[in-house]
T-cell receptor, first 106, second 112 residues
Framework: KNEVEQSPQNLTAQEGEFITINCSYSVGISALHWLQQHPGGGIVSLFMLSSGKKKHGRLIATINIQEKHSSLHITASHPRDSAVYICAVFSDKLIFGTGTRLQVFP | DSGVTQTPKHLITATGQRVTLRCSPRSGDLSVYWYQQSLDQGLQFLIQYYNGEERAKGNILERFSAQQFPDLHSELNLSSLELGDSALYFC???????????FGPGTRLTVL
């Protein structure tokens, strides 16, 4: 079993839909990172969380340390949100989830 | 633009060869991380340096080594290359450990 599990693996949505991507982990962590990888390969850091909730534009990330779970929400999704979203946890090293591939259609 | 630079962008070489990948972190960032992304493995953490010292080690093979220089740039050396080493190699930097990381554009290594 992977130490970091993401769901779903693949997600398709219509423009404007509300999107949720989940991340569960089984190790003790100091922080959790949400990353976005564009089709061209570039990686962008979206959020780093150690507790609570963060918001940036249409993106919201939450973490529940007791339940070892984090969610990434995208409100009013847009085709430009199409990318792979990766959860990574800071344990004694950085451990990555396998990613969620999101496609948003107009 | 994250402020992290990596050279070269692409590298094509043969099995058994040795290559060096270079990373310059964002100005002011003391931590440098190296990651490998292959098609079948996803992103894997290789190694982290903080202010010139090795800070954490991940799934780095013995054939691979890295270092961070006094000017904080870092190099990842890959030797005795195998076909399976073909991958995207990313460098990232942050101010401290467990801090927001900024990723470079990656070096695509192809081993023929």
């Amino acid at each position: 079993k992977n130490e970091v599990e993401q769901s779903p693996q693949n997600l398709t949505a219509q423009e404007g839909e509300f999107i949720t991507i989940n991340c569960s982990y089984s190790v003790g962590i100091s922080a959790l990172h949400w990353l976005q990888q564009h089709p061209g390969g570039g990686i962008v850091s979206l959020f780093m969380l150690s507790s609570g909730k963060k918001k940036h534009g249409r993106l919201i990330a939450t973490i529940n340390i007791q339940e070892k779970h984090s969610s990434l929400h995208i409100t009013a999704s847009h085709p430009r949100d199409s990318a792979v979203y990766i959860c990574a946890v800071f344990s004694d090293k950085l451990i990555f989830g396998t990613g969620t591939r999101l496609q948003v259609f107009p | 633009d994250s402020g992290v630079t990596q050279t070269p962008k692409h590298l094509i070489t043969a099995t058994g060869q040795r290559v060096t990948l270079r990373c310059s972190p964002r100005s002011g960032d003391l931590s440098v991380y190296w990651y490998q992304q292959s098609l079948d493995q996803g992103l894997q953490f290789l190694i982290q340096y903080y202010n010139g010292e090795e800070r954490a080690k991940g799934n780095i093979l013995e054939r691979f080594s890295a270092q961070q220089f006094p000017d904080l740039h870092s190099e990842l050396n890959l030797s005795s290359l195998e076909l399976g080493d073909s991958a995207l190699y990313f460098c990232a930097s942050s101010v401290f450990f467990a801090d927001t990381q900024y990723f470079g554009p990656g070096t695509r290594l192809t081993v023929l």
